[in-house]
T-cell receptor, first 113, second 113 residues
Framework: NAGVTQTPKFQVLKTGQSMTLQCAQD?????MSWYRQDPGMGLRLIHY???????DQGEVPNGYNVSRSTTEDFPLRLLSAAPSQTSVYFC????????????FGSGTRLTVV | GQNIDQPTEMTATEGAIVQINCTYQ??????LFWYQQHAGEAPTFLSY????GLEEKGRFSSFLSRSKGYSYLLLKELQMKDSASYLC??????????????FGRGTSLIVHP
């Protein structure tokens, strides 16, 4: 049971490049979310999904797209990378039970130069 | 929207007790979480409170007062490995029947010998 798997762990992009951060979970969780974490800012919600085929925007969605074609996978796409997107990105999932907390992936450290 | 306030940093001595406070303002409260995050790692779920009172889990306890918009995390018999950031998260916003937590900026706890 791998939990939540994120790839890659580290990435350097040039301004204007696009890429996809991968997230997969093997716990059959309905809810999945993407957060970014910046020094002094805490975790901020980018996009989330409550099940396959259903996604919605969070607090800071601009410059990012998501899709949820399967229960297991929830990729995050950066359309045209900007230095302001330099951050640590965490994917998280939880089952559809009220008392459940999130299980987080190990994170992707992204630098945009 | 909501405001979540936590102290930025706290220090304590090994073997002692420390209380980390969290205050919040929400429009539709539906639960409060505490997470632990060691430097360079992903957050891990510690506790969840939705009703007033104290929830105890080993050395860690979490308290909630909904009328005061206040919670605290109590750590007893501190160990060096408890040095970490402690994140308070409030579940509030309802979208599509879901409740998505918003995170505070975290409290960095330093335990010294």
């Amino acid at each position: 049971n791998a939990g939540v798997t994120q790839t890659p762990k580290f990435q350097v992009l040039k301004t204007g490049q696009s890429m996809t951060l991968q997230c997969a979970q093997d716990m059959n969780h309905e809810y999945m979310s993407w957060y970014r974490q910046d020094p002094g800012m805490g975790l901020r919600l980018i996009h989330y999904s409550v099940g396959a085929g259903i996604t919605d925007q969070g607090e800071v969605p601009n410059g990012y797209n998501v899709s949820r074609s399967t229960t297991e996978d929830f990729p995050l796409r950066l359309l045209s990378a900007a230095p302001s997107q330099t951050s640590v990105y965490f994917c998280a999932s939880r089952p559809d039970r009220v008392l459940s907390g999130y299980t987080f992936g190990s994170g992707t450290r992204l630098t945009v130069v | 929207g909501q405001n979540i306030d936590q102290p930025t940093e706290m220090t304590a001595t090994e073997g002692a007790i420390v209380q980390i406070n969290c205050t919040y303002q929400t429009s539709g409260f539906n639960g409060l979480f505490w997470y632990q995050q060691h430097a360079g790692e992903a957050p891990t779920f510690l506790s969840y409170n939705v009703l007033d009172g104290l929830e105890e889990k080993g050395r860690f306890s979490s308290f909630l007062s909904r009328s005061k918009g206040y919670s605290y995390l109590l750590l007893k018999e501190l160990q060096m490995k408890d040095s970490a950031s402690y994140l308070c998260a409030v579940r509030d916003r309802e979208r599509g029947g879901s409740y998505i937590p918003t995170f505070g900026r975290g409290t960095s706890l330093i335990v010294h010998p």
